[in-house]
């Protein structure tokens, strides 16, 4: 039997437009119809919500642990269901937990929880991010310089065939890397971010040339944008066509920063939490300060969810909410080239869906 469900709201965004008093129709989790309200039959049972929102929900493409189980220290998969439960509440249907430069042991454990996840039906996990540990050391930020190193062709093919299918995106240096190793990389579908580097100008617009479609993070642990050097924060941000990531939590980046990438970025930029857990087991030692995380006193992580980043970078006049929920949604999903499925509500699309109030609190999550 087909189940059918109809969810009424004050407003609708698409992803694209605003929809005042629509209706969105579904089937065995599938839109079929975005129509006004007035529409729908008279004596059909709706879902309704009034005085409320509906729009896409979000992807997180980097975060690392939640619920007191960071994945590096427990590579299980109750740490991906913990951390898909954390991610819900944020909105968040769609993440990649990541594992920060490590022991190949303990990233080929977290590649393993993956699998095991998977293969339990688990859901909302959509493979591995690895950050690290081929960066540069003076970029490293809170990550451990006794494991940073230069990459080998052989090192790499190894993570590739131990992680086929389940290494989404790798996070790096580009000026540590061979282009043979970037070709190596990109040959098996998975994104290449350029992140913890110090590149010249010149190398990050090499690397980007390379099929570097991606950069971690902007304006932390990376070469600056200074007038005579512009760095891989200038190259970012100076390119037609890579995306990069930023953390607006207001400690990693001032707003007024987020707010200039924003101007020179456009739809190229995008969030992610960087969400860290707290944990005294490990090379990463997360302790909350305030609403940040420290490690060893260093800036480690944040305490962002993607609803809070939505209303700081409203509240903060990096974007109006439109544009501030393509930032969480969208955007992130155009970066992993799932756009077809995620960021956007249209017949067709399976029903992943976030009900705000009009103060933008999360008040709902929908997934048929």
């Known amino acids: 039997m087909q189940e059918r469900k109809i969810y009424t709201a004050s407003r609708v965004f698409t992803g694209e437009t605003w929809l005042s008093d629509h209706a969105i129709i579904t089937r065995n989790g599938i839109i079929e119809q975005i129509i006004p309200s007035k529409d729908v039959d008279a004596g059909t049972a709706v879902i309704p919500f009034p005085e409320q929102i509906i729009a896409p929900a979000f992807l997180d493409l980097q975060l690392y642990g939640a619920a007191g189980k960071l994945l590096a220290v427990y590579p299980e998969t109750d740490s991906l269901y913990r951390l898909n439960e954390h991610c819900n509440k944020g909105g968040t249907v769609y993440c990649l937990p990541t594992v920060a430069t490590n022991t190949k042991e303990t990233v080929f454990n977290c590649i393993d929880a993956i699998r095991h996840y998977w293969a339990e039906g688990g859901k909302g996990i959509g493979g591995l991010h690895i950050e690290g540990p081929w960066i540069h050391p003076q970029r490293r930020g809170a990550h451990v310089e006794s494991l940073i190193h230069v990459p080998t062709k052989q090192e790499v093919s190894e993570f590739l065939d131990y992680g086929k299918g389940i290494i989404k995106m790798i996070t790096l240096a580009p000026e540590q890397c061979t282009d043979e190793i970037l070709d190596l990389i990109r040959s098996n579908g998975i994104i290449i971010s350029a992140g913890h580097s110090n590149a010249t100008y010149t190398e990050a617009k090499k690397g980007f040339a390379r099929g570097i479609t991606t950069v971690t993070h902007l ?27 930023i953390i607006p939590d207001g400690h990693h980046v001032d707003f007024a920063a987020v707010r200039i990438a924003k101007k020179a970025m456009q739809e190229r930029l995008f969030v992610i939490t960087d969400a860290v857990t707290d944990t005294t087991s490990g090379y990463y030692q997360h302790q909350l300060g305030g609403d940040k ?43 992993m080239q799932i756009d077809h499925v995620f960021g956007m509500l249209q017949p067709g699309r399976p029903v992943n869906m976030v009900v705000l109030d009009e103060a933008f609190n999360l008040t709902g999550l929908l997934q048929d």
């Open 219 to 245: 304006f932390n642990a990376m070469s600056p944008l200074q007038h005579r050097a512009p760095g891989l924060a200038g190259a970012t941000m100076d390119d037609a066509h890579v995306m990069a990531s």
């Open 293 to 335: 995380y420290e490690a060893g006193g260093i800036l480690s992580g944040s305490a962002l969810t993607m609803i809070k980043a939505v209303q700081l970078l409203v509240q903060n006049n990096v974007a109006d909410i439109g544009e501030a929920l393509r930032m969480c949604s969208l955007y992130p999903a155009r970066v």
